[in-house]
């Protein structure tokens, strides 16, 4: 189970951390990752990090701006985001695969958490 937290309604500029418990599992052999879904649009690659947090990948529209990390003794990943932008604004989900895939598309990943919003307002 991946239970997401941490959105809410911030200013553009602002910084805000998403974290996404999981639970249900052993997650050291999984790769995590976050997706977002804004109004109308299609869900869309953020980052991904392998549960070791040795390897991360970003979208290029977060690369330099959001931070991916896990807490293994916390079985938690996190997402930092800085100078947010309005068109960061969306329904942020957590996702989680133990194949041997770390990429960026939905279909790479096999169990998914409710979402959390994030709405950023100029």
């Known amino acids: 189970q991946l239970v997401e937290s941490g959105g809410g309604l911030v200013q553009a500029g602002d910084s805000q951390r998403l974290s996404c418990a999981a639970s249900?599992?052993?997650?050291?052999?999984?790769?995590m990752g976050w997706f977002r879904q804004a109004p109308g649009k299609e869900g869309e690659f953020v980052a991904t990090i392998t549960w070791s947090g040795v390897r991360t990948r970003y979208a290029d529209s977060v690369k330099g701006r959001f931070t991916i990390s896990s807490d293994n003794a916390k079985n938690t990943v996190y997402l930092q985001m800085n100078k947010l932008k309005a068109e960061d604004t969306a329904v942020y989900h957590c996702a989680a695969t133990d194949r041997a895939i770390f990429g960026p598309f939905l279909g790479d990943y096999d169990f998914w958490g409710q979402g959390t919003l994030v709405t950023v307002s100029s």
């Open positions: 249900g599992g052993t997650f050291s052999n999984y790769n």
